[in-house]
């Protein structure tokens, strides 16, 4: 089907839904549901979230139950094409109230005019509270707040504990010269099972990201998704060690065959069976082995390994934004009531507790319970997780011309070819994008030479 008949048939059928899933209920009368429901305020919130919709639903049920305020908070779970869903709604002018809404996302609503600022309601104690995780381009925006944070991605080292003991290693790697030596010993060691040293699901682009990302920041480079912090430019050769220890892996038969094609799940669902020794991800992860792939083997998890064994910065972090106020609601203070009661220690504890996810507020990670799910201790945040200043590579990567970083990358991973070539090739043509990104306002970044990685240290945990 042609794509210039097909996408506005899509957007149309969208626009109906939307319509049918937002139009508001006719007022009850006094005979049928009495004065007091006559006179609730509907509050409609959107999110994308389906993997913690059950408790979220239960904390909606406590607000319309107990707020004194006669909200009344109607939520809409659509994580299909919920990007779009917001779009068409806006368009229409039948946005929510209140919307879910990714940190990479906040600054492209604000300039659609969709998202309105949150400061006017923020008390000294709720600022106080949430100032360690408020960054500029991730939920501010020319210094107005837009969005709070609540859980985050933390990345670690997951590996197979049984594995490692079998091949009489006592200890979780510390570099990437003892990751390549430990994923060789794993393999020789899980031979006769089948198991193999390292895998990571290179079928997806990112994957290569989420190995490259926490052990380049945690290794001080002041480099975050390629764009270098201090120098304000993209220098992808702060990657290059990290990704010449994946390359030998692979040469070494380490890496189980056929990660190109390997996607997160069926990996998932290979390390419980005991066929993965090491692999990088996030804090996702217990949940997972306890409920949709029980873990057969003993497995743990460990801060990510640093370039040369010396920690100089702090893990990036994924994270810091969650609710917004709709700019073209007609009831910012009723919804910010809403958010205020989603915000509050009880409901941010219980959605840490509860295993939804793991917080990165300071204030809630240091009185929260354990939540009962195996390992997820492994991912508390420490002093050595952070949150960084927002790199703007998800507007850059819009301009860049050819093959994307992730994808040459992986590329060079599994075929080789001449590293330092790649590397300067994505230079030249990310940072020309980037001096077009900026000559069309679309960027504020800038290189702070002040900028240090190790100052980070302690924002998330002590």
Request: net charge neutral.
């Amino acid at each position: 089907m042609n794509k210039k008949v097909y996408i506005p048939a899509v957007s149309a059928l969208l626009a109906l839904s939307l319509g049918a899933c937002s139009a508001q209920p006719e007022k009850p009368s006094a005979s049928s549901s009495g004065n007091q429901d006559a006179k609730k305020t509907k509050l409609t919130y959107w999110t994308n979230d389906r993997s913690d919709a059950d408790y979220i639903k239960q904390v909606i049920a406590k607000f319309n139950e107990t707020n004194k305020d006669n909200l009344e908070v109607e939520l809409n779970v659509m994580a299909d094409n919920y990007d779009q869903s917001v779009d068409i709604a806006f368009a229409s002018k039948q946005a929510p109230d209140i919307l879910r809404v990714d940190f990479n996302k906040v600054v492209p609503w604000v300039k659609k005019g969709y998202l309105a600022p949150l400061d006017a309601y923020l008390s000294d104690d709720m600022k106080k509270k949430f100032a360690s995780t408020l960054v500029e381009e991730k939920n501010i925006y020319e210094g107005k707040i837009y969005s709070l944070p609540n859980v985050g991605q933390i990345w670690r080292l997951i590996y197979n504990v049984d594995l490692f003991e079998k091949a009489g290693i006592k200890e979780p790697p510390k570099t990437l010269q003892e990751l390549v030596a430990t994923a060789k010993k794993l393999t020789e060691a899980g031979k006769s099972t089948g198991a193999y040293g390292f895998a990571g699901n290179f079928k997806s682009a990112t994957a290569i990201d989420r190995v490259a990302y926490p052990i380049a920041s945690l290794s001080g480079t002041d480099v975050v998704e390629g764009y270098n912090l201090k120098t304000g430019q993209y220098d992808f050769g702060a990657y290059k060690e990290i990704v010449q220890a994946l390359r030998q892996m692979k040469q070494d038969g380490s890496m189980m065959p056929g990660a190109e094609g390997l996607d997160i799940d069926p990996l998932r669902a290979q390390f419980a069976q005991g066929k993965i020794g090491m692999y990088i991800n996030h804090s996702s992860e217990p949940a997972v082995y306890k409920s949709q792939f029980p873990a057969q083997v003993k497995w743990a998890a460990a801060q990510v390994p640093t370039i040369d064994g010396t920690v100089k910065g702090a893990a990036l972090v994924n994270g810091g934004a969650y609710l917004s106020i709709s700019q073209d609601s007609q009831n910012k203070e009723k919804a910010w009531k809403f958010l205020e009661y989603m915000y509050s220690d009880e409901v941010q504890s219980g959605y840490q507790e509860n295993g939804y996810g793991v917080s990165i507020l300071p204030h809630v990670t240091s009185t929260a319970k354990k939540a009962n799910i195996p390992g997820i201790e492994y991912f508390n945040p420490t002093k050595y997780d952070a949150i960084y200043p927002a790199a703007p590579t998800f507007t850059v990567e819009g301009k860049v011309e050819g093959m994307k970083k992730s994808d040459t990358l992986t590329k060079y991973l599994m075929q080789g070819g001449d590293l330092d070539q790649v590397i300067n090739d994505l230079n030249t043509r990310y940072n020309a994008a980037l001096e077009k990104v900026r000559a069309a306002g679309d960027t504020k970044s800038k290189g702070d030479p002040a900028f240090e990685s190790a100052k980070l240290q302690g924002t998330l945990a002590k």
